[in-house]
């Protein structure tokens, strides 16, 4: 028994020494080729080789996903002139694409959509729940995941795309700051 209690603490030791290096090592999003709406042929290092990466995962009966692409699109519009772009990637069978197609063409989204009806990337990546968000840095690497959408989340995923930005070396656009009213001293 007190061989046991003397192992014990080494073992866990052990064990937490383990996922710390399982945390450290990132893994690569796997360059798969997919189709656009138009039924263009498409692999994701075309996106990614020039400048990070937000993929998100959807379908059209997934009502969280619809309102979190509303935020997609405005964060793409702000970020895009950085390098960094949202590609997202419709799950819906083949059967739905003309709904899907019309989804699209209506929202007149600004990022790129990639139709995977095997839904093979988000199996790959071990995706369960919709949304899915993967943050891709510009060497393939996976640098953040989000599951689900609450309102809210898309200030926490511009603070990461804007740190995913830096890390690249890339610029981050300009804003003019709101011109402050003067405040005459005199009263």
Not at 82 to 111: A, C, L
Not at 145 to 154: F, I, L, M, Q, S
Request: proline share 5%.
């Amino acid at each position: 028994m007190k061989k046991i209690f003397y192992l014990l603490p080494f073992l866990i030791f052990l064990f937490a020494e383990q996922i710390s290096l399982l945390e450290q090592t990132k893994s690569l999003i796997p360059n798969l080729k997919f189709k656009d709406l138009d039924n263009k042929k498409l692999v994701l290092e075309e996106f990614y080789s020039k400048g990070p990466i937000l993929i998100n995962f959807w379908t059209l009966s997934c009502e969280p996903c619809k309102k979190e692409m509303k935020h997609l699109n405005r964060i793409n519009q702000d970020y895009s002139t950085s390098g960094f772009q949202v590609v997202s990637i419709n799950m819906d069978s083949p059967r739905t694409m003309k709904k899907v197609k019309q989804f699209v063409k209506s929202q007149n989204y600004s990022f790129k959509v990639l139709s995977d009806p095997r839904m093979e990337l988000f199996r790959k990546l071990g995706g369960s729940v919709m949304p899915l968000v993967v943050i891709v840095n510009m060497d393939g690497t996976i640098e953040k995941r989000h599951v689900g959408y609450n309102p809210g989340d898309e200030v926490q995923l511009e603070k990461e795309i804007i740190e995913i930005i830096e890390l690249n070396k890339l610029t981050l656009p300009d804003y003019e700051e709101p011109k402050k009213e003067k405040v005459d001293s005199n009263g």
